[in-house]
């Protein structure tokens, strides 16, 4: 069975500048979710999908984030303009049972630096 | 507010070595609580997870242990190997299904 499988693995970018990763779960997940990773920290959640719903996005600084899952299967999260403060690791993780009840599954993550 | 404190926050062993990590929560009402192992570069993987009515529970040399009435559980290591290098981190999920994660520990094992 594939995992989750994001991309690009590594970007660095000027401040201001806009970014986008992708990401494709493991097939049949119906829940996918977007974390952010500061560097020694545990991963803080920005947005939930349950199909190609929104289920949490109260952490998302919307001002700059942005994140869809147009068919329900593969998302986008975009940040634009982007701040040094963004610079960390972006994983994206995907579940099978409704709701989020069951266990995630952890792509290896975009490392974003900002400079 | 729901919390997760890990201690410590890094630690070095020596191979062979046994560790033991803490992990102490103030989510509720509880659900479920997972450690995940972090290697570098990789997305977290699921060690282990604990229920209320469970209070050990073992994945090879990885023992988990949950005492839901201190609300706190540690993941202990044995006989570490140089591929237990890694961030352990703590997951409490609540019964409204929100996570809460912990900082996690940083172990480095050393030959």
């Known amino acids: 069975e594939a995992g989750v499988a994001q991309s690009p693995r590594y970007k660095i970018i000027e401040k201001r500048q806009s970014v986008a990763f992708w990401c494709n779960p493991i097939?049949?997940?119906?829940?996918l979710y977007w974390y952010q990773q500061i560097l020694g920290q545990g991963p803080k959640l920005l947005i939930q999908?349950?199909?190609?719903?929104?289920?949490?996005d109260s952490q998302l600084p919307k001002d700059r984030f942005s994140a869809e899952r147009l068919k329900g299967v593969d998302s986008t999260l975009k940040i634009q303009p982007a701040k040094l403060e963004d610079s960390a690791v972006y994983l994206c993780?995907?579940?099978?049972?409704?709701?989020?009840?069951?266990?995630?599954?952890f792509g290896p993550g975009t490392r974003l630096t900002v400079l | 507010k729901n919390q997760v404190e890990q201690s410590p926050q890094s630690l070095i062993i020596l191979e062979g070595k046994n560790c033991t990590l803490q992990?102490?929560?103030?989510?509720?009402?509880?659900?479920?609580l997972r450690w995940y192992k972090q290697d570098t570069g990789r997305g977290p993987v699921s060690l282990t997870i604990?229920?209320?009515?469970?209070n050990t529970k073992s994945n090879g040399r990885y023992t988990a242990t949950l005492d839901a009435d201190t609300k706190q559980s540690s993941l202990h290591i044995t006989a570490s190997q140089l591929s237990d290098s890694a961030s352990y981190i703590c997951?409490?999920?609540?019964?409204?299904?929100?996570?809460?994660f912990g900082g996690g520990t940083r172990v480095l094992v050393k030959p």
């Open positions: 997951v409490v999920r609540a019964a409204g299904n929100k996570l809460t």
């Open positions: 992990c102490n929560y103030t989510v509720s009402p509880f659900s479920n």
């Open positions: 604990m229920t209320f009515s469970e």
């Open positions: 999908f349950q199909n190609n719903g929104v289920v949490d």
């Open positions: 993780a995907s579940s099978l049972q409704t709701g989020g009840s069951g266990e995630q599954f």
């Open positions: 097939s049949g997940h119906a829940t």
